[in-house]
């Protein structure tokens, strides 16, 4: 994986360096080359006070991660080395006029980890101090004339899709509140329909309800080479604060379903960073703890619409009269072509959500089959990766729609890395997880369900295409087992303990020391001479530790030379003796009980330390182990219940 130096504002770059090195500069005096163009249009008369140093720095920054991301990268859809070369290594240098803020270790790292998780990649910054800072207020447009005389209560990221446009039908419309709507626009195709749907939403709300904030930020000359724009909620975000920071808030609002944030795998080919983190709620969390740090004061990314699917979304549109907007709206993943055309494609994920989320709300007559260049249900997949991505939307809501809460969890244990980022209790959370993705299948497979009720006909059924979304389900090959996780076909602990027939053997090892200092097992024969010395030395230990009250895990180990010392043995042949005793009482235990021992089951040894009998071994009165032996003899092995004189552990 080659890294990627970008060197930003001016920063000299380095003569000879191993890698990629790209340079970027907000100013507008910089070389067309490296120049981000940054600016939102005509500005009129002051506003407010000077926006902040640290968010200045946060929004130039967020340009050059934006810009940087646009630039590099990554590697093809069909990429099979997905760590190597999906993801990529990024290093920047930027100046900034908070230094002494932005070099804070916990600043960093919550920039870096918000980041890293955002797209994936590894991201290292290296900050300098900004040698001729400018202003940026004039950029975000707090000088307009329609930014005097609002007073908004919220700041939504407008991104001229469905879900925002929800939000403020809610929100502005429905509850009549106000709002900043910040929009960032990069390509003058987009910024004309995202400018055209403000316009509409002006014409229905009160003068004083709404100032659309749109701004420019993309690299001047250069045409972008990588399209997943993962880092792009980061601009995003740092753009929205800067607005709700200078109108006296403390909060920006996210729209986006649940289900989009959540950004389960729909495939195994939508994996990671893959699938979009936008507003994921690890994502909301760390943008928020990042900005209270640079601000000094708690502030919040929210997202209103978390627990809602994206019929959910569409049907608020409609419940407060703007479902005529639906159709201003953009969603296309495919940017380039759906300026050309006006029409989405139909076949990119963000299309299929779309479809199904329209006609799941009964909101269809507003957005017709043909604003599709290929019809979702009846059109012709041609491509082989669109098809497989609509096939797997279908079939993921299928198994969604009918698993059960168990195999939910098991099959997508992401969601557990997520919950402490909700609010509530995780056992909560959890539940409201599983219940919106069950929902949401249900919704999909509704939709899919009416469609194959309109082509039911045998004329119609061979009139569809075979690479068409009905022709494949009308085919048996569409059909899928109902995912269940295996666990769930066990039976229940208890009635799987009572069925157990398999007999337990009894593991306590019970040794005791005679008078005259030997050391006896019930279960073997009189130990050789050099094992028992061996065996009474490390018995004295474990007795002395008794007497002391130590736990098992505190017992002390006989030192290696002091071993050596007593028998006056060289190391190795005191490591022959430990070898040679733990063989006999492996022998003569399996031989008695059928139970073959552990290699620390009784004598415990410790590189650099020494030796120490196992300290869950019971320790026997001596004439009790006689009485045990002579029971075992003639009734098999006793119980504890059984066994007096018993000191020590038990097992462990």
């Known amino acids: 994986m080659l890294e990627t130096l970008v060197v930003c504002g001016g920063e000299a770059a380095p003569q000879r360096r191993s890698g990629v090195v790209i340079e970027l500069d907000v100013s507008p005096i910089a070389h067309p080359k490296s120049r981000i163009r940054f600016n939102p249009g005509e500005i009129n008369a002051q506003l407010v006070d000077d926006l902040p140093d640290a968010l200045a720095d946060a929004v130039e920054v967020a340009a050059y991660v934006f810009s940087a991301d646009r630039l590099v990268r990554r590697g093809s859809s069909s990429s099979r080395r997905i760590g190597a070369e999906w993801q990529r290594q990024l290093r920047f240098r930027i100046p900034v006029r908070r230094h002494d803020l932005w070099t804070r270790p916990e600043v960093k790292e919550k920039l870096r980890s918000a980041l890293a998780f955002l797209s994936g990649d590894q991201i290292e910054f290296e900050f300098t101090k900004a040698r001729d800072p400018r202003s940026i207020e004039p950029h975000l447009g707090f000088r307009d004339s329609g930014a005097q005389v609002i007073r908004p209560d919220k700041v939504i990221l407008f991104s001229g899709g469905l879900d925002s446009l929800a939000g403020i039908a809610e929100h502005v419309v429905g509850d009549r509140g106000s709002a900043v709507l910040v929009a960032h626009q990069s390509a003058t195709q987009i910024a004309n329909y995202q400018n055209a749907l403000a316009d509409k939403i002006a014409l229905r709300t009160g003068p004083k309800q709404t100032f659309y904030a749109p701004i420019w930020v993309r690299r001047g000359e250069s045409n972008p080479t990588e399209h997943s724009q993962r880092l792009r909620s980061f601009l995003f975000a740092s753009l929205g604060m800067a607005y709700a920071w200078m109108f006296g808030l403390s909060s920006v609002f996210f729209y986006e379903n649940g289900v989009t944030s959540f950004n389960l795998p729909v495939a195994e080919q939508v994996v990671g960073t893959r699938a979009s983190r936008t507003t994921h709620p690890s994502v909301l969390r760390r943008f928020g703890d990042l900005f209270s740090l640079l601000l000094d004061e708690p502030v919040t990314f929210e997202n209103p619409f978390l627990w809602k699917t994206k019929g959910d979304v569409v049907a608020t549109i409609g419940r407060h009269g703007c479902s005529d907007l639906i159709g201003a709206t953009t969603s296309c993943a495919k940017i380039r072509d759906f300026s050309m055309t006006g029409q989405h494609c139909g076949s990119c994920s963000q299309c299929v959500e779309r479809r199904f989320g329209v006609l799941n709300a009964g909101l269809g007559d507003h957005e017709p089959a043909t604003t599709y ?160 010395a061996l065996l009474a030395h490390l018995a004295q230990q474990f007795i002395s530790d008794l007497e002391q009250g130590r736990d098992g895990a505190d017992h002390s180990y006989v030192r290696t030379k002091q071993l050596t010392d007593l028998f006056d043995i060289s190391g190795d042949d005191l490591r022959q003796r430990v070898r040679r005793a733990r063989r006999f009482l492996e022998k003569h235990f399996e031989r008695a009980t059928g139970y073959t021992l552990d290699e620390h089951d009784i004598i415990q040894s410790m590189k650099w330390t020494g030796y120490r009998l196992n300290p869950y071994l019971i320790l026997m009165d001596a004439r009790a182990l006689e009485a045990r032996v002579s029971r075992q003899s003639s009734k098999g092995v006793t119980t504890r219940e059984q066994m007096p004189g018993i000191q020590g552990f038990g097992t462990g």
């Open 373 to 532: 260049v290929t019809d979702l249900f009846v059109g012709s997949h041609d491509d082989g990766r669109d098809l497989a991505m609509v096939e797997a939307h279908v079939l993921r809501a299928q198994r969604l729609a009918t698993m059960s809460e168990h195999a939910f969890a098991s099959n997508y244990g992401q969601i557990f890395r997520t919950l402490s980022d909700i609010d509530g209790t995780l056992e909560a959370a959890a539940h409201r997880v599983y219940h919106l993705h069950r929902r949401y299948g249900a919704s999909i497979m509704q939709v899919v369900d009416q469609q194959l009720a309109k082509y039911s006909s045998l004329d119609d059924i061979l009139r569809l295409p075979p690479t068409s979304l009905l022709g494949m389900l009308r085919t048996p090959v569409a059909r899928q087992i109902p995912f269940q996780d295996p666990i769930e076909d066990e039976p229940r602990p208890s009635v799987e303990a009572k069925s157990n027939a398999s007999k337990t053997a009894d593991r306590r090892i019970a040794f005791a020391v005679t008078a005259q200092g030997h050391v006896k097992f019930p279960e073997c024969p009189a130990l050789p001479r050099n094992i028992s």
